[in-house]
């Protein structure tokens, strides 16, 4: 059968803690991030560390959020001590589940009896897998190449057979939904470590397959003409016009990419999906699908794909640019100075750029998250100005509670692409 809309766990993906707390704010009900080794984003992605496990935890939990540690990069035999002190530090902090990928942190987890959950770097990609690695876990994130037909079957043959797994529950299957999408199979791709001898299945990636190429026969000399000169980047996975396939595949755990993207990103796209869940419950979905995809272009992404393998279509869609293709784009203003709570006003110094009356604004921070606005009034020594360049100290009313030292940045429409190294 079927799962509901609220059934669903829609995992955030988190860099930072102004990440986090964009998770939070936007009703994640689980997040995913890594420490400073062994996991699959060590070199792109902000990052947190070993000491930040108990904070983290504790945040996630006292929201009613789960949150899962990745230690999903391949293991050497020198890795296996750090490998072994970082699930320690996570069961001790209680952190929910690990993400792994390498057999030894299966089996150490289940030596510990930490429980972890099966990393798509895997590639499971029929019910037989499913079952045998049922002996480590609940949970397994299937191969991103498989289709919502395939999917489907898996689910059925597990309701069928009622699959346990290693904690006594239903075996559940986790998902990518939404972000980046790797040409290599299931995320295992060996091209920067030829090229730079920087393993991206250690975490590692160049991520040079974004880049330029143009293919010379070497012989003649001729090149090959390709129309899309990006030929191996591929545009971003997007699945929100077709959430009730999903549910009816038994997807249950709705996973976003994005570690190494910005806190913006992490609030609008959990948005925009917690939103879409809302609209199929009330059946207002189908009529909404075009205002999905609106929001979620405004903020980083390298096209959106509508799918891709889980409709059973070839790969097909491309990047045609580097870098963003987002619709807006941010630019930064300055630090928050103060926020008056009875007021309800903000006051900030401009560091660089310029601030105007009826500007949309973001406000960033480590317990703010995400917040979003529009200058409806600015003041300067008291009185009401138009705008305010470098070096002025400017208020503005503004609802929502932020903090000192929160970033502002200003949000506007790009009428040009180019790569902000938001990778």
């Known amino acids: 059968m079927s799962l509901k809309p609220s059934q669903a766990e829609i995992m955030a993906p988190v860099g930072s803690y102004e990440s986090l707390a964009a998770a939070i704010n936007a009703g994640a009900d689980s997040i995913y991030f890594g420490v400073t080794q062994l996991n699959m984003r060590a070199r792109s992605a902000a990052n947190l560390t070993l000491e930040d496990l108990r904070k983290v935890a504790d945040t996630c939990h006292q929201h009613n959020i789960k949150c899962y540690l990745t230690v999903n990069t391949l293991l050497y035999d020198h890795d296996l001590v750090v490998m072994r002190k970082i699930v320690d530090a996570a069961k001790a902090n209680k952190i929910d589940a690990i993400i792994a990928s390498d057999f030894a942190v299966l089996q150490y987890c289940k030596d510990t009896q930490m429980p972890v959950h099966i990393s798509t770097q895997l590639s499971i990609s029929n019910y037989e897998s499913v079952k045998f690695f049922a002996q480590f876990t609940n949970r397994v994130v299937l191969a991103r190449e498989l289709t919502i037909d395939q999917i489907k079957d898996i689910y059925k043959k597990i309701e069928a057979e009622q699959l346990m797994g290693c904690d006594g529950h239903l075996m559940e299957i986790e998902c990518f939904v939404h972000g980046a999408l790797c040409v290599a199979q299931s995320g295992r791709c060996y091209m920067s470590l030829y090229t730079y001898g920087s393993s991206a299945n250690r975490g590692a990636c160049k991520q040079n397959c974004r880049a330029k190429y143009k293919v010379t026969d070497v ?205």
């Open 219 to 423: 012989d003649t000399g001729k090149e090959l003409i390709v129309d899309n000169n990006y030929i191996m980047s591929a545009a971003d996975i997007c699945t929100i016009d077709f959430l009730d396939q999903l549910l009816d595949a038994g997807i249950k755990v709705w996973k976003i990419e994005g570690r190494g993207r910005s806190p913006e990103y992490v609030d609008t796209v959990v948005r925009t999906y917690k939103q879409a869940l809302k609209d199929l419950e009330a059946g207002t979905y189908k009529q909404n699908i075009e205002s999905y995809f609106d929001k979620l272009k405004t903020v980083y992404n390298r096209g959106l794909s509508h799918g891709n393998f889980f409709l059973g279509k070839e790969i097909g869609a491309y990047s045609n640019i580097h870098g963003s293709q987002a619709t807006q784009e941010k630019e930064f203003i300055g630090k928050v100075f103060h926020y008056f709570p009875e007021p309800k006003v903000v006051e900030i110094v401009i560091e660089s750029g310029t601030l105007s009356v009826g500007d949309m604004f973001s406000i960033t921070g480590a317990t703010t998250g995400v917040e979003l606005g529009e200058i409806k009034e600015l003041r300067k020594d008291n009185e009401p100005i138009q705008k305010a360049v470098k070096g002025d100290r400017v208020t503005f009313p503004f609802d929502p509670y932020i903090r000192k030292n929160d970033n502002m940045y200003r949000i506007f429409n790009r009428t040009h692409f180019q790569d902000d190294g938001n990778h």
